[in-house]
């Protein structure tokens, strides 16, 4: 399995608290990607980095912003939280961003915004 | 407007039998296809890729095919195991570059002994 680690693994929060979500890998990947997960809706990228300092917006990035000081580190952060973002978040690596290259997934943190 | 369209219901059969998931997309032109299987509580695990030139992709008992007239992939589980019932999850790269990959909603399969 790749070296991906989400922390935490489930959290529960109030409405208007930040947020930071990390994930590390030991694969020395180059590209990291958040995703978020609910039902009735296939997974969402959220922002993706391309390198250390090189991030971007996917799809859903509103209310998000992300970090990455170095190559093992992508934190996502939910600056004001609200209920629409309780979900599933995911990270994944990629070794080289190409089409025809696999992504590999963390576990997931469940989180729950009251 | 963009879509990648899995059946929403769960797929029930019974093992020994083989199991056809389907993915549809309408306004892409991906040049690769992957398929993915989630189980709960977990992230999503590659299975297999299958480039636009290729009719069919296979690993052991699983079979892809990838029909760019259709827009659509198939995907197979022969001789399928109660071990294999879990979420299986198509996604294409849009070409738009860094791999942004587009999943569809998943696919439930339930192999029954």
């Known amino acids: 399995d790749a070296g991906i680690t989400q922390s935490p693994r489930h959290k529960v929060t109030e409405t208007g608290t930040p947020v930071t979500l990390r994930c590390h890998q030991t694969?020395?990947?180059?590209?990291m990607y958040w995703y978020r997960q609910d039902p009735g809706h296939g997974l969402r990228l959220i922002h993706y980095?391309?390198?250390?300092?090189?991030?971007d917006k996917g799809e859903v990035s509103d209310g998000y912003s992300v970090s990455r000081s170095k190559t093992e580190d992508f934190l996502l952060t939910l600056e004001s939280a609200t209920s629409s973002q309780t979900s599933v978040y995911f990270c994944?690596?990629?070794?080289?961003?190409?089409?025809?290259?696999?992504?590999?997934f963390g576990d997931g943190t469940r989180l729950s915004i009251l | 407007s963009q879509k990648i369209e899995q059946n929403s219901e769960a797929l029930n059969i019974q093992e020994g039998k083989t199991a056809t998931l389907t993915c549809n997309y309408t306004?892409?032109?991906?040049?690769?296809l992957q398929w993915y299987r989630q189980d709960p509580g977990r992230g999503p695990v590659f299975l297999l890729l299958?480039?636009?030139?290729?009719k069919e992709k296979r690993k052991e008992r699983l079979k892809v095919t990838f029909d760019t007239t259709l827009k659509q992939s198939l995907f197979h589980i022969t001789a399928s195991q109660p071990a294999d019932s879990a979420t299986y999850l198509c996604?294409?790269?849009?070409?738009?570059?860094?791999?942004?990959?587009?999943f569809g909603t998943g696919t439930r399969l339930l192999v029954s002994p």
């Open positions: 994944a690596i990629s070794a080289s961003g190409d089409s025809n290259q696999p992504q590999h």
């Open positions: 694969e020395n990947h180059r590209y």
């Open positions: 980095s391309y390198g250390v300092k090189d991030t």
């Open positions: 306004n892409y032109s991906p040049a690769y």
């Open positions: 299958i480039r636009e030139n290729e």
């Open positions: 996604a294409l790269d849009p070409n738009t570059g860094f791999q942004k990959l587009v």
